[in-house]
């Protein structure tokens, strides 16, 4: 079975991340695939509006962490820099339906979601500099400009988490459902019988003023992440973790 489903709707492709054995932690074979999917649908007429989702309980536990000690992304064209710039540049409407733990790039790439529906067990978490790790997605430039300096510094910087009410008055998410899913699909399935070029136009639009700050972002927080993946801090945090599980 495929680590990404992918099943359309009325012109609403649903993307599932579908590895809930290990809390769909996302491997770059996964972040491949979903990049190739948006890259897909962004030229794919049928398309209207793509709907990220999880198997399981819980949204993603983030980037896997074998794959970070094993296959370090350090190079700009890696799998998770691919899907990142296919979420930063995605002319569509982007939508999300989050429930559980929703980790690290599991809470970073809401950054770039249109609409996201949240259900009442979701927890939030940018634990990178805990990991020994630093922002990604352009979550440095994105999170303070959404939520205030203060709020996101303190959150980055002590990895603690938030619930939907918070995400919510952060303006991170957008409604709380206890199925999150169907109301999303709710609203994509409205998206979707908009004047397609419209709700193009109108997404480049509200875009437009930030996108080139957040791709100069983007970059610069790979460079960093990339030494910060071999540094001693990560390696250290990566190994408790691993002792922890017994792997
Ligand atoms: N990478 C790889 N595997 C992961 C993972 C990750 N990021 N997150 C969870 N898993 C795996 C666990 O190893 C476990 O697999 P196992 O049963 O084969 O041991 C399974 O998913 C369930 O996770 P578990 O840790 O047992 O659940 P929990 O409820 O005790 O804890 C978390 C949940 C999210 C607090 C914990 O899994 C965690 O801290 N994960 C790492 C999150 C992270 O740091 N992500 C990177 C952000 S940049």
Known sequence: M?????????????????????????????????AKELNDAAGNFGIRAVLLTAAGDHFTAGNDI???????????????????????NFPKPLLAAVKGNAVGVGTTMLLHCDVVISGPTAKFSMPFASLGLVPEAGSS??????????????????GESFDTDAAIDMGLVTAK???????AMKIAQHIA????????NTKALLKAGDHDSVAAVMKAEFEIFAISLQSEEAMEAFMKFMSKKGK
């Open 66 to 88: 074998t794959d970070f000690m094993n296959n370090p992304p350090t190079s700009d064209d890696s799998e998770v820099a691919q899907f990142l710039g296919a979420i930063l």
């Open 141 to 158: 430039y994105l999170f303070p400009q959404l939520v205030g300096y203060q709020r996101a510094a303190r959150i980055f910087m002590t």
């Open 177 to 183: 459902d206890s199925d999150p899913l169907a109301h």
């Open 193 to 200: 019988e908009q004047p397609p070029q419209a709700i193009i």
């Open 2 to 34: 495929s680590e990404i489903l992918s099943s359309l709707d009325n012109g609403v492709l649903t993307l599932t991340f579908n590895r809930p054995e290990k809390m769909n932690a996302l491997t770059r074979s996964m972040y491949s695939g979903l």
